[in-house]
């Protein structure tokens, strides 16, 4: 832990640390000035070079975990217009500083390359302005946030605030947070704010619409250039209409779409397979094996290069594990990507998963096999797409908020309670006139908090697959009244514990399953069973899916299944 030095705040009276002189603890998340410093700060991986020991098996599986970073065309454009624009509004006082977005799709390396500049920069701005002899804080030059889900203007505020440890009270205002966070990135010196995940904002939403409010303000009060990155962002409401357009007219676009095959008489993405291959540390791997199957990586992972290092991670680290020491062209198709995780790191499954209530009940063959399964899956992008499409036209923007709130606060609080319980009875629109609730009022909120604070961590359990972590979850809330029979209120409740890996399920989605030849029985276990069916659309929608999550599969499925749907046009 840091011992920051305070800075008074004159407007708020509240103590606000800056960082303190000691070293970063690596359990830090890189979204605090700690995780962020230990990251800057610490070497990046090298791959072995001609001479060097031979690494443990446990060494190279550590490596291949995290594996290199290849530098990028996205890397090099973005770190010249970051420059760039830094160096622009550095005498720019009266009004906000020119921005960048970054934009493409899914797994195109994004996030990568965003903190790889943001990396270059913070060690060159500590090169060449040294902290001076005695000095009791750290520079912090940069400054890195993730959007939280659902966000509102008061829980982005928050999260700029938990970035350098400025302290919050539940009783201060959105006006005292702001106020707090603008004088302390001000006084700590920070000149680059990365906003990742920024598609998360959704302006057609009064929260939404609040959040990019507050974000024109900070760009307005904080002497820093801002640099903003989303899947897709780029026409999107969040910086189209007036107020979007106030954000886009200050900011520059990169988009790190796919990677061609060939460019001209280049050929970047053989050249980016080359560098990943001299990048391995196996101990029988032919060189030139990856060049030669370039065309078939390229078509595999549509030229994305998230999907692609992904791809050649999870092979060198099977290859590890069971002792063949190479990469196959056989070994590359055996790995199944997730399109729907794109920065889930690879982790193997426990070998003893957690217990749950139908652990001991036979399983049962939901949906026909092989080329049957994936064709059903293909045909049923061409319903999904237009009913998304529809439920955005016709629902109201404002339906969800209450999902989207009840996400927020779980994201903070690592749990739910019955007030939360009871908003989402309203908002799947169940009855409150039935026995379990009166056994759910009776129930201590502490002992439905720990019962629901189980559940959080069982759905954010990035080690278990999707399916297996909805399992986990739904058997662990089964033990609260009114969770032991349907799934409507319990996905619900694990939707907004993770509302980035779970899904909703309720007699809609039933509907449309069967009306698209997808089954899904009623058979113990049937919520992991629904995830896992999404993961297969996901997997099978190919390039349609790109962009989609669970839950929009989910809300394009409500939307097919409602009651006497007008026909197609």
Known sequence: MTSPAHDHHATTGTEVPLPGTH????????????????????????????????RSTEERLAYHSAFVTVRTPAIDTLATQVRTLMLLGRHQQNTARPSLIVTGPAAAGKTTALLEVGRTCHLAHTRKNPAPPGCAHEQVPVAYLLVPPGATAKTLAIEFARYLGIPVTTRMTQAQITSAVCHTYTQAGVRLVLIDEIHRLNPRTTTGT?????????????????????????????????????????????????????????????????DMENALDLTQHTPGTLPRHASYLHQRTAGRIGSLARLIRQAAITAICDGTERITKKSLEAIQLDHTSPKKQTAPVPANPPERHDADMKTTTETPGGDEFAALCRQAWDTLIPARAGYLADVSPHYDEVLHDVAQRTEHTGSLGKTDIAALVVWKRLSAQTRWVTDLMSQPDTHVRAVTERAVTAVRDTTLTRSEAARTGRSVIW????????????????????????????????????????????????YGRYLQLLDDLLHHGGARADGWSARDIDTALYWTGRPNPAPSP
């Open 479 to 526: 033990e609260l009244p009114g969770f032991r029979t349907g799934d409507a209120l319990a996905s619900a409740v694990l939707t907004a514990a993770a509302p980035h890996r779970m899904a909703v399920y309720d007699r809609r989605v039933q509907h449309a399953l069967d009306g698209l030849g997808l089954t899904l029985t009623p058979a113990p276990g049937r």
């Open 23 to 54: 070293a970063a603890e690596p359990e830090w998340p890189i979204t605090t000035w700690q995780g962020w410093q230990h990251f800057a700060t610490t070497p990046p991986l090298a791959p072995p070079q001609p001479g060097d020991a031979p």
């Open 210 to 274: 609040e959040a990019a409010d507050l974000l024109k303000d900070l760009t307005e009060r904080i002497k820093a250039t801002f640099v903003y990155t989303g899947i897709d962002v780029a026409a999107t409401p969040l910086f189209s209409g007036i107020r979007g357009a106030q954000l886009a007219g200050r900011a520059s676009l990169i988009n790190c779409g796919p990677l061609p095959a060939r460019h001209g008489n280049t050929r970047p993405f053989t050249d980016l397979i080359t």
